[in-house]
């Protein structure tokens, strides 16, 4: 069975840019998560999706965006790219919403850099 | 608020040598904890978790970890590690309250040496 999956792995974007990030879920998993993980920290919290609705929000600017299609897969969306932004982004899927009581699946991330 | 501190960045030892990992938590209310373990070029792994019950956990790959509410601790224990045990390593925690996110730590680098 596939794992979750994030495009690009990889991304160089210059300031100012916009950029879409990608995920698809493990099949029959309904929520989706997305954390960034800066070099030398952990991974912080951005946002969760459960069955395409908005469960929870990280301490994260107006810039960072992201959606649930109807077949569970995810976008993370960041506008007006700062060198900041430069991170490992991880995906997230589990049946459930919770990531306590579910198991939570990780993807192998998108590495953005922003020049 | 809730938060993870992981004083250690990296932890060298030779293999077939014990490890401990060591994490401490804040929090005002009831906590889970968990570890993650993350590869090279990988995403994170569950290795264990606290929810409730023993506050001995055992998960994969032979670890353990210990929950102490006196010490608001949770570190992670290993009798004996491999070469394949390198590796960054990552406590968080979760709440009734917030139980939709994970709050981690910085992470720890274990370093096995032949």
């Known amino acids: 069975d596939a794992g979750v999956t994030q495009s690009p792995t990889h991304l160089i974007k210059t300031r100012g840019q916009q950029v879409t990030l990608r995920c698809s879920p493990i099949?029959?998993?309904?929520?989706v998560s997305w954390y960034q993980q800066v070099l030398g920290q952990g991974p912080q919290f951005i946002f969760q999706?459960?069955?395409?609705?908005?469960?929870g929000r990280g301490n994260f600017p107006d810039r960072f965006s992201a959606r649930q299609f109807p077949n569970y897969s995810s976008e993370l969306n960041v506008n007006a790219l700062l060198l900041g932004d430069s991170a490992l982004y991880l995906c997230?899927?589990?049946?459930?919403?919770?990531?306590?009581?579910?198991?939570?699946?990780f993807g192998s991330g998108t590495q953005l850099s922003v020049l | 608020a809730q938060s993870v501190t992981q004083l250690d960045s990296q932890v060298p030892v030779f293999e077939e040598a014990p490890v401990e990992l060591r994490c401490n938590y804040s929090?005002?209310?009831?906590?889970?904890l968990f570890w993650y373990v993350q590869y090279p070029n990988q995403g994170l792994q569950l290795l264990l978790k606290?929810?409730?019950?023993?506050?001995l956990v055992k998960g994969i790959n032979g670890f353990e970890a210990e929950f102490n509410k006196s010490q608001t601790s949770f570190h992670l224990r290993k009798p004996s590690v491999h070469i394949s045990d390198t590796a960054e390593y990552f406590c968080?925690?979760?709440?009734?309250?917030?139980?939709?996110?994970?709050?981690f730590g910085s992470g720890t680098r274990l370093l096995v040496r032949p």
């Open positions: 606290y929810l409730s019950g023993s506050t």
């Open positions: 929090s005002s209310v009831s906590v889970y």
């Open positions: 997230a899927s589990s049946q459930d919403w919770t990531a306590t009581n579910e198991k939570l699946f």
């Open positions: 968080a925690v979760s709440g009734p309250d917030s139980s939709y996110k994970l709050i």
């Open positions: 099949s029959g998993h309904k929520s």
């Open positions: 999706y459960y069955e395409k609705e908005e469960r």
